[in-house]
Protein backbone atom coordinates (compact mmCIF):
# COMPACT_ATOMS: atom_id res chain seq x y z
CA UNK A 1 0.00 0.00 0.00
CA UNK A 2 2.75 2.32 0.83
CA UNK A 3 4.03 2.32 -3.12
CA UNK A 4 0.40 2.53 -4.26
CA UNK A 5 0.37 5.93 -2.32
CA UNK A 6 3.85 6.96 -3.09
CA UNK A 7 3.69 6.50 -7.00
CA UNK A 8 -0.19 7.33 -7.05
CA UNK A 9 1.34 11.04 -6.44
CA UNK A 10 4.49 10.65 -8.79
CA UNK A 11 6.62 9.76 -6.57
CA UNK A 12 9.89 11.86 -6.42
CA UNK A 13 8.40 13.68 -9.75
CA UNK A 14 6.16 15.40 -7.45
CA UNK A 15 5.71 14.74 -3.39
CA UNK A 16 4.11 11.44 -2.87
CA UNK A 17 7.74 10.24 -1.60
CA UNK A 18 7.73 13.08 0.88
CA UNK A 19 4.06 12.85 2.17
CA UNK A 20 4.72 8.40 2.15
CA UNK A 21 7.76 9.51 4.80
CA UNK A 22 5.28 11.49 7.06
CA UNK A 23 2.92 8.90 6.84
CA UNK A 24 5.47 6.43 8.05
CA UNK A 25 7.48 8.27 10.15
CA UNK A 26 4.65 9.84 12.46
CA UNK A 27 1.85 7.41 11.61
CA UNK A 28 -0.03 10.37 9.74
CA UNK A 29 -3.19 10.40 7.70
CA UNK A 30 -2.23 11.12 4.37
CA UNK A 31 -4.61 14.22 4.50
CA UNK A 32 -2.50 15.45 7.39
CA UNK A 33 0.76 14.41 5.61
CA UNK A 34 0.24 16.55 2.60
CA UNK A 35 -0.94 19.65 4.29
CA UNK A 36 2.27 19.23 6.87
CA UNK A 37 4.72 18.93 3.82
CA UNK A 38 2.52 21.64 1.57
CA UNK A 39 3.29 24.02 4.69
CA UNK A 40 6.93 22.86 4.92
CA UNK A 41 7.36 23.90 1.29
CA UNK A 42 5.34 27.38 1.30
CA UNK A 43 2.80 25.73 -1.00
CA UNK A 44 -1.00 24.68 -1.12
CA UNK A 45 -1.93 20.80 -0.96
CA UNK A 46 -3.66 20.89 -4.39
CA UNK A 47 -0.11 21.82 -5.62
CA UNK A 48 2.16 18.76 -4.34
CA UNK A 49 1.00 16.60 -7.14
CA UNK A 50 1.95 19.02 -10.24
CA UNK A 51 4.79 18.11 -11.60
CA UNK A 52 5.82 21.46 -12.78
CA UNK A 53 5.65 23.13 -9.65
CA UNK A 54 7.37 20.17 -7.63
CA UNK A 55 10.09 20.04 -10.26
CA UNK A 56 11.06 23.86 -9.43
CA UNK A 57 10.75 23.12 -6.26
CA UNK A 58 12.98 20.02 -5.70
CA UNK A 59 15.20 21.75 -7.82
CA UNK A 60 15.33 25.00 -5.69
CA UNK A 61 15.99 22.87 -2.24
CA UNK A 62 18.01 20.46 -4.08
CA UNK A 63 15.82 17.42 -2.77
CA UNK A 64 16.32 14.79 -5.44
CA UNK A 65 14.96 14.11 -8.72
CA UNK A 66 14.17 11.09 -11.02
CA UNK A 67 16.76 11.94 -13.50
CA UNK A 68 19.31 14.47 -11.40
CA UNK A 69 21.91 16.92 -13.59
CA UNK A 70 25.49 17.01 -12.70
CA UNK A 71 26.11 18.65 -9.21
CA UNK A 72 22.81 18.13 -8.05
CA UNK A 73 21.51 16.20 -4.38
CA UNK A 74 21.74 12.48 -5.14
CA UNK A 75 21.15 9.43 -2.80
CA UNK A 76 22.15 10.12 0.57
CA UNK A 77 22.62 13.81 0.24
CA UNK A 78 18.72 14.36 -0.87
CA UNK A 79 17.47 12.15 1.75
CA UNK A 80 19.91 14.42 4.34
CA UNK A 81 17.98 17.57 2.73
CA UNK A 82 14.67 15.90 3.37
CA UNK A 83 15.09 14.72 6.83
CA UNK A 84 16.03 18.44 7.75
CA UNK A 85 13.23 20.11 5.88
CA UNK A 86 10.69 18.16 7.19
CA UNK A 87 11.92 17.49 10.72
CA UNK A 88 11.81 13.90 10.33
CA UNK A 89 14.69 10.90 10.84
CA UNK A 90 15.39 9.00 8.07
CA UNK A 91 17.35 5.76 9.02
CA UNK A 92 19.66 5.45 6.63
CA UNK A 93 20.89 9.55 7.20
CA UNK A 94 21.12 8.18 10.71
CA UNK A 95 23.12 5.45 10.43
CA UNK A 96 25.43 7.52 7.88
CA UNK A 97 25.70 10.15 10.85
CA UNK A 98 27.05 7.72 13.12
CA UNK A 99 29.14 6.35 11.51
CA UNK A 100 30.89 9.72 10.72
CA UNK A 101 30.88 10.52 14.10
CA UNK A 102 28.22 13.66 13.12
CA UNK A 103 25.72 12.56 15.72
Known amino acids: M ?3 VA ?15 L ?9 DAKKYVAD ?3 IT ?19 GRPMPPDRTAKGIE ?3 RIAQLLGIKINSV ?8 LS
Request: one cysteine or more; glycine letters at 10%; hydrophobic letters at 40%.
Open 94 to 101: ERFKTKAG
Open 7 to 21: SGMGGIRTAGDLVLR
Open 45 to 63: PLELSDCVIMAEIREDLNL
Open 40 to 42: KLG
Open 2 to 4: AHE
Open 78 to 80: AKF
Open 23 to 31: QLSKSMKIH
